[in-house]
Nanobody, 118 residues
Framework: QVQLVESGGGLVQAGGSLRLSCAAS????????MGWYRQAPGKLRELVAR???????NYAESVEGRFTISRDNAKNTVYLQMNSLKPEDTAVYYC????????????WGKGTLVTVSS
């Protein structure tokens, strides 16, 4: 059973920074791409950033230049460094990982709330 556990959310003022972490636990798996999505109240879940197992990244246009995604393959962990936060970044942030056990499947964390006050 593979689980993703996020940490690092919280309340921050506009212009501040937060770092999210997501660790995959379990046994007998390998991780392909990992990413972060977010869902604001009344809106659809959207991709924030994604990183392949070879380190290729892509970002939503709205966070390009402010957010940085990285991963530690030895720790099965993905990070999201968020700088210059804006009130519109307020959302529940979800970790996603495409994981191979017998087959490839997408796994999701339970989410961590990020609130940016103006």
């Amino acid at each position: 059973q593979v689980q993703l556990v996020e940490s690092g959310g919280g309340l921050v003022q506009a212009g501040g920074s937060l770092r999210l972490s997501c660790a995959a636990s379990g046994s007998g798996f390998s991780i392909n791409a990992m990413g972060w999505y977010r869902q604001a109240p009344g809106k659809l879940r959207e991709l924030v950033a994604r990183i392949t197992n070879s380190g290729i990244t892509n970002y939503a246009e709205s966070v390009e230049g402010r957010f940085t995604i990285s991963r530690d393959n030895a720790k099965n962990t993905v990070y999201l460094q968020m700088n210059s936060l804006k009130p519109e970044d307020t959302a529940v942030y979800y970790c996603n990982a495409n994981i191979r056990t017998i087959v490839n499947m997408d796994y999701w964390g339970k989410g961590t709330l990020v609130t940016v006050s103006s």
